[in-house]
């Protein structure tokens, strides 16, 4: 993995949550995690309105998929002085694949926001089968999966085992690996008059067997939630990494 070792990826549904003090919390997250690549899913606008702000920060559009309306929104940033490049490989409303080398080395990679319609997301599920069979190169998979695979998942709410079970029939033709998480079990809550009444495993990072035999000792920490019903996702391309705990 030459040059990748100390690779950060954040990825994070803000949930339309770019006003100022979502910009502030942005600010804080760039300077305290200082990440190389920044995610952000249902953006709820267009990157036009944003793309002064993320420059102050020292990051350019790699890939848009701009939202319709309030609905959806996937935007790929990089650092402007990454030390590797990137090229598009897929381009779908419900996830960005795109390539990223340095020297001799590439893999690929995946920024999802899966829709909240159960039908759609079949149609999305169909695009990640399709995009599997043309990638030769490890394969790294992040964002918002608007799924869930076990009931330990969920608290406060209702498991659906078909929707469940297609997720986890998509993962193993895909040959795709939960990569777990540090610091929290969920990644979504709701809440009613202050107080959470339903939480979920939405987010999460999926590896194939090659990317986690490249990267065996990445791992995935949960971050503090502000300013959307989501926790932000940091994945850690390390060479050590905490206890991992899995949801």
Known sequence: MIGFEDLKIISWNVR??????????VKELIRTKNPDIVFLLE????????????????FSSSFISEAVGFRGGIWVLTKTNANFNTR??????????FGIWRDNFSWACTAIYASPSPAQREVFWDHLCHVRIGITIPWLLVGDMNEILSPTEVRGGEFFPNRANKFA???GSCNLIDLGL??????????HNNRIILSKRLDRALGDVDWRTEFADAFVEVLH???????????????????????
């Open 43 to 58: 953006t709820r606008c267009q990157f036009t309105r944003a793309s002064r702000f993320w420059k102050s920060l020292g």
């Open 88 to 97: 598009l490989l897929h381009m779908h409303n419900q996830a960005i694949s």
């Open 225 to 247: 939630r502000i300013h959307s019903d989501h926790c932000p996702l940091l994945i850690h391309c390390s060479a050590s990494s905490p206890n991992q705990v899995t949801a």
């Open 16 to 25: 339309g949550a770019l006003h100022e003090n979502g910009k502030r919390f």
């Open 182 to 191: 540090v610091g929290g079990n969920f990644t979504w809550y709701r809440k």
């Open 169 to 171: 029939e998509v993962l």
